[in-house]
């Protein structure tokens, strides 16, 4: 079965460098799993180990994921580095 990606009637290309990508992760012989979408600037949860249920902002610095964490009344925010494995949507 062929489908084609798109917004309402209209389909939309898939970047080449992204479909390569995947077929690179596939043939690559190490595990590949289906994962939530999160992206920078997105607000996470962190869902494991020591920081659990923590909620912040993700940022990549350097191919690094970083969470945010913002003190809003004292305009002060603290950042730490996070597997890609802890984090997930927040509640």
């Known amino acids: 079965m062929v489908q084609v990606v798109g917004a309402g009637k ?10 390569a990508a995947i077929q ?23 869902l494991d ?4 249920g923590i ?3 993700l940022v990549e610095v350097k191919n690094r ?13 603290v950042a730490v580095e996070v597997d890609r494995d802890c984090i997930g949507p927040p509640r």
């Open 24 to 46: 690179r992760m596939l043939c690559s012989g190490n595990e590949v799993e289906p994962w939530p979408y999160l992206q920078a600037g997105q607000k996470v949860r962190i």
């Open 10 to 19: 209209h389909p939309c290309p898939i970047a080449d460098a992204e479909i």
């Open 65 to 77: 994921r970083r969470l945010v964490v913002s003190v809003h009344l004292l305009q002060r925010s």
């Open 49 to 52: 180990g020591p920081l659990f």
């Open 55 to 57: 909620e912040g902002i």
